[in-house]
């Protein structure tokens, strides 16, 4: 199975070879004749990985919020943790 990996520090995309995930019974496997990958999707999240955490937190005010939201209702340290 071919998998597409991406650094996003710094913005590099490889296709690599990856095991197939075993299936319990429970659970159905699907085979794809062929996968498409969206380059505008790719290309934000590689030029949001090149910025710092500043550059990030501007990119971002939303999830900049929802943090402070979750920092003042479960801890700073527990959600500094998390993120």
């Excluded at 990119?59 to 979750?70: H, T």
């Amino acid at each position: 199975m071919k998998q597409v990996i991406q650094n996003y520090r710094m913005g590099v995309l490889g296709l690599i070879d990856a095991s197939v995930p075993a299936c319990s019974e429970d659970t159905l496997s699907i085979w794809n004749i062929r996968s498409l990958v969206s380059i505008g999707t790719e290309r934000s999240m590689i030029e949001l990985g090149k910025k710092n955490l500043l550059g990030k937190a501007r990119a971002k005010p939303g999830l900049v919020k929802r943090f402070i939201g979750k920092a003042k209702n479960e801890g700073f340290v527990r959600i500094f943790k998390e993120v």
